[in-house]
Each structure stands twice: as structure tokens, then as C-alpha cells.
């Protein structure tokens, strides 16, 4: 496994295997690798020729400056998991190669970035959209692998996609979870065992819903029971719970909706603090 830390090298090491005809698969990362990281590797293992897993921790898609200090970085452990899964490169940049000067370009999501992790981070997918599309541009993917639960992330990076015209495949990968329920994310490391516990409370109101609704229940009413599901989890706060459209992300906010026929057609979105760690969540119907 080589390890790159400039764009310039990465043009370089990656150029061979361009002129052989490979295929190149890449897996943004932010580090703090867990079981979901592993299971994108291993798609791309599957499906490419060269597996590139990028880590950087991006500051501009981080709101909130304490946020950005108290990520996880756990850099010689998450070398040691990708070298035994067969990683061919990780590129591993400062963030002087990233930004060599501040990014003064702004992404506009339109209507995307207006709802759910949109409106609660302002400036979070700007962020995301810039340096997703820096690595883009480093690595120049055949196939890009990101998990379901940033499904938004997802819509975000597709849109930039298709308007940018990147020639980069997307593969959507389903959310690994824990045997509890609890979807893995980097933050869980930021959990104490109390918190690990009461962070069950997102993922149990997500099925209680799912569970409701297809049973047909009002979504209006169980928005109310679910609000007092996560009132009575002591130090967890409950920030959204949404139930959406699966493709679009447009909230559905008719208390009637009975064509759940169609699979995966709706989401139902959540996030919330957990002390002063914030989750997030989705689970498709
Ligand atoms: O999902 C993440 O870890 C990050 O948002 C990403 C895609 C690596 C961009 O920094």
C-alpha cells in the first residue's frame, strides 16, 4: 500500500495504471475508519482494478470550529485496517495541498441545501462539494463509493455530478450498523457508554415510524410520538425527524400518504445531539 500526500504524486502513481486501462475506484474518507469505511473498500476491491482511499479531515465543510477540533483522528489505526484489506494507495494530503489558498468558489445546491443538514450546518455541503470535487479532480475516479447514511451527501455530490459533468460513477452503498441498531459513524468513538446507549434512540424511533406508517398511521401524529420518544432519553435532543422522498429529499408533509408500494420510495431522516456529539440517521421504507 503506498501512501501519497500531493495532488502531483497522485498523478504520477496513478498514471500507470491509467495507460494500462485499469479502473480506478476512490473512497472519500475523514478517517477514523470503521466497519462502513471497510465494507466501501471491499466494494471497490470488487469492482475496480486500483482502490485509492482518500483521508482528510475537511475543514470547510465544518460549521462549527469545536466540531472540526474534536473529530477523531486516529491515522496510524486506520492505515493498519486499509493495509489489511488491500488498499493500493491512500492519499493522505495536508491541508495546505487542499486549499493552497482559500476556496472563494461557492457551491449552490439549490433547493438541497436549504432542508435537513442543509439548514442545520449552513455552508456544510459548500464544503463538501468543493473538496469532493478537488478529489475528483486529483484522483479522476472511475467509480466514487459513499454510504446511504449520508444520503443527502449523496444527493449533493449526484447533482454536482450530473451539472459538473464529472465522469465518475456513484455506488451507494447500504449503512453497516452495529448489532444493536446503531448506524457506525466516526462520532460514535466521541460516545461514553451512557451516551453509546441512549444513541440507540435515533435508530428505534426510525423503525417505530417505519413500523407506524406502513401499519398506516398519520405521519402528523407520529411526529408528536417520536418528539416524545427522544423528550424522554435525558441528554439526547432531538434536532429533526423526517420522513422524505427517497430521490428528491422533498419532505412529505401530508398526513395521508398510503403508496408505500414502491421500495425504498420514502427515507425517514433524523438527527440529533447526543450530549455534545451530533448523530445522523436514515433509514429507507
Ligand atoms: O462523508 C465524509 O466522510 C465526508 O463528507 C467526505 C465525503 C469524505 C468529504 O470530506
Known amino acids: 500500500m503506498k501512501i501519497i ?5 497522485a498523478l504520477d502513481q ?4 491509467r495507460i494500462e486501462g485499469k479502473t480506478i475506484g476512490l473512497i472519500p474518507t475523514m478517517g477514523a475508519l470503521h466497519e462502513g469505511h471497510l465494507n466501501l473498500v471491499e466494494k471497490s476491491k470488487y469492482h475496480s482494478d486500483v482502490t485509492v482511499v482518500s483521508i482528510f479531515v475537511n475543514p470547510t465543510q465544518f460549521n462549527n470550529p469545536e466540531d472540526l477540533e474534536k473529530y477523531p483522528r486516529t491515522v496510524e489505526e486506520d492505515l493498519k485496517l486499509l493495509e489489511g484489506k488491500g488498499v493500493d494507495y491512500v492519499f493522505l494530503p ?7 489558498q482559500p476556496a472563494k468558489l461557492k457551491m449552490d445546491f439549490g433547493a438541497l441545501e436549504t432542508i435537513l443538514e442543509g439548514a442545520s450546518r449552513p455552508g456544510h455541503f459548500n464544503g463538501v462539494g468543493i473538496v469532493v470535487s478537488k478529489l ?10 459513499f454510504g446511504q447514511k449520508d444520503l443527502q451527501q449523496v444527493a449533493i455530490i449526484r447533482q454536482m455530478v450530473n451539472d459538473l459533468s464529472f465522469s465518475v460513477n456513484l455506488v451507494v452503498v447500504p449503512t453497516v450498523r452495529e448489532e444493536d441498531g446503531l448506524a457506525m459513524s466516526s462520532r460514535n468513538r466521541r ?5 453509546r446507549k441512549k444513541a440507540l434512540v435515533l435508530y428505534e424511533s426510525m423503525v417505530l415510524a417505519k413500523n407506524e406508517l406502513l401499519a398506516g398511521r398519520s405521519w402528523f401524529e407520529l411526529k408528536d410520538k417520536i418528539q416524545h420518544k427522544f423528550n424522554q432519553v435525558d441528554g439526547v435532543k432531538l434536532e ?3 420522513l422524505v422522498e427517497t430521490e428528491t429529499l422533498n419532505m412529505v408533509a401530508n398526513q395521508g400518504i398510503k403508496d408505500f408500494g414502491q421500495e425504498q420510495k420514502y427515507s425517514l431522516c433524523t438527527a440529533a445531539f447526543v450530549g455534545d456529539v451530533r448523530l445522523i440517521d436514515n433509514l429507507p421504507i
Open 5 to 9: 500526500n500531493t495532488k502531483y504524486q
Open 14 to 17: 496513478l498514471f500507470k495504471s
Open 94 to 100: 495536508e491541508v495546505n495541498e487542499m486549499y493552497p
Open 136 to 145: 475528483f479532480h486529483i484522483i479522476n475516479p472511475d467509480y466514487a463509493y
Open 191 to 195: 460516545l461514553n457508554i451512557t451516551e
Open 240 to 242: 429533526y425527524f423526517e
